[in-house]
């Protein structure tokens, strides 16, 4: 979007905090962020308000835009279907229309009363120009012809945080095990080299190569797990948080997975492994059956992985969306 020559009032990266007890400590940064917002919004009526996922901070949004009359297309629907299902009457009533992105959420939000069109998962339009694998291992220095575990620790700094070094001492395990193997590391986009320094594997930043040519990937839960399953590369999902975000999570959660890709499938056709399980003992053993290219667990997840792709559906979500907010803009002028 800033390439594009949008104006930003915040950078991703402060917005980029993931939890319950983590958002805490920048309520006082959202709530002035919110009201700067908002008040862009009463000065300028905007004839289309678009809002991308992050309920906490945007339903309040589209409360206020829907109120001062403007059109308010919701793109990313909350997550009614893990928790809070009270957001889905207010999504009803201040949102002219969703566009969602998960085939299971368009029946609850009906339900609900939301206009809601399923659009399909941009992930499905994921870049497909990606060096061969031969091309990137080479320029990663490593041997094509041996296996390569991929590690993707988060693409915010609190999931780096909690997750570099189990994973690191998880991939040093199977490396034991398993000399053969190879390691890299993702360094997502936005974070400081200053998390990566001293690790006992290389680091890139080419996360889709790494993704598609890993023979493995262990990563944190979230949008990384379903770009690695709809690369059809086997992987483990793994994730920590705070100990309070933890309990709250269990108390509020309706879900029995929290991987997108077994959310999808309706059923675990990836291993996950949470809070104080995510360890080396645990995590090892998983990775070392699934970088096994005999393995039948490999061959088996590999297939319902395949599955899921098909449950998503086709790509063009970004063009979806854009018609929908075109519609709106020619009903609101």
């Given at each position: 979007m800033k390439a594009q020559g949008v104006e930003l009032f915040a950078e991703l990266?402060?917005?980029a905090v993931m939890?319950?007890?983590?958002?805490?400590?920048?309520?006082?940064?959202?709530?002035?962020?919110?009201?700067?917002?908002?008040?862009?919004?009463?000065?300028?009526?905007?004839?289309?308000?678009?809002?991308?996922?992050?309920?906490?901070?945007?339903?309040?949004?589209?409360?206020?835009?829907?109120?001062?009359?403007?059109?308010?297309?919701?793109?990313?629907?909350?997550?009614?279907?893990?928790?809070?299902?009270?957001?889905?009457?207010?999504?009803?009533?201040v949102a002219d229309a969703v566009a969602a992105i998960l085939p299971f959420e368009v029946d609850l939000l009906k339900e609900h009363g939301v206009n809601v069109e399923y659009v399909g998962h941009p992930l499905l339009d994921r870049a497909t120009s990606i060096?061969?694998?031969?091309?990137?291992?080479?320029?990663?220095?490593?041997?094509?012809?041996r296996p390569l575990l991929g590690i993707l620790p988060g693409s915010r700094i609190?999931?780096?945080?909690?997750?570099?070094?189990?994973?690191?001492e998880s991939a040093q395990v199977v490396v034991d095990r398993r000399p053969g193997v190879q390691v890299l590391i993702s360094q997502a986009p936005g974070l400081?080299?200053?998390?990566?320094?001293?690790?006992?594997?290389?680091?890139?930043?080419?996360?889709?190569?790494?993704?598609?040519?890993?023979?493995?990937?262990?990563?944190?839960?979230?949008?990384s797990s379903l770009e690695t399953a709809l690369e059809?590369?086997?992987?483990?999902?793994a994730h920590r948080v705070s100990w309070l975000s933890g309990i709250l999570a269990r108390l509020l959660l309706r879900t029995r997975y929290i991987g997108l890709p077994n959310l999808v499938a309706h059923q675990q056709i990836v291993p996950e492994v949470l809070q104080g399980e995510v360890s080396p003992e645990v995590i090892a053993p998983l990775l070392l059956e699934l970088i096994d290219e005999s393995s039948s667990v490999r061959i088996g997840q590999i297939q319902n992985l395949d599955r899921m792709t098909g449950l998503l559906g086709e790509g063009g979500a970004s063009s979806r969306v854009a018609e929908m907010a075109m519609t709106l803009l020619g009903r609101h002028s």
């Amino acid at each position: 979007m800033k390439a594009q020559g949008v104006e930003l009032f915040a950078e991703l990266g402060t917005l980029a905090v993931m939890g319950f007890s983590e958002v805490v400590p920048r309520i006082r940064y959202f709530m002035r962020l919110r009201r700067k917002v908002v008040a862009l919004i009463h000065s300028e009526s905007p004839d289309l308000v678009i809002l991308v996922d992050y309920p906490g901070f945007n339903l309040p949004i589209a409360k206020a835009a829907h109120e001062r009359g403007c059109a308010v297309l919701y793109y990313i629907a909350p997550k009614v279907w893990a928790w809070n299902e009270r957001r889905a009457r207010t999504l009803a009533t201040v949102a002219d229309a969703v566009a969602a992105i998960l085939p299971f959420e368009v029946d609850l939000l009906k339900e609900h009363g939301v206009n809601v069109e399923y659009v399909g998962h941009p992930l499905l339009d994921r870049a497909t120009s990606i060096p061969s694998r031969d091309e990137s291992f080479r320029a990663w220095g490593l041997d094509p012809e041996r296996p390569l575990l991929g590690i993707l620790p988060g693409s915010r700094i609190q999931e780096v945080e909690r997750h570099l070094t189990p994973f690191v001492e998880s991939a040093q395990v199977v490396v034991d095990r398993r000399p053969g193997v190879q390691v890299l590391i993702s360094q997502a986009p936005g974070l400081d080299d200053s998390h990566f320094r001293d690790l006992e594997f290389s680091v890139v930043r080419e996360t889709p190569a790494l993704v598609r040519w890993s023979d493995c990937v262990l990563t944190k839960s979230g949008t990384s797990s379903l770009e690695t399953a709809l690369e059809g590369t086997p992987l483990v999902v793994a994730h920590r948080v705070s100990w309070l975000s933890g309990i709250l999570a269990r108390l509020l959660l309706r879900t029995r997975y929290i991987g997108l890709p077994n959310l999808v499938a309706h059923q675990q056709i990836v291993p996950e492994v949470l809070q104080g399980e995510v360890s080396p003992e645990v995590i090892a053993p998983l990775l070392l059956e699934l970088i096994d290219e005999s393995s039948s667990v490999r061959i088996g997840q590999i297939q319902n992985l395949d599955r899921m792709t098909g449950l998503l559906g086709e790509g063009g979500a970004s063009s979806r969306v854009a018609e929908m907010a075109m519609t709106l803009l020619g009903r609101h002028s």
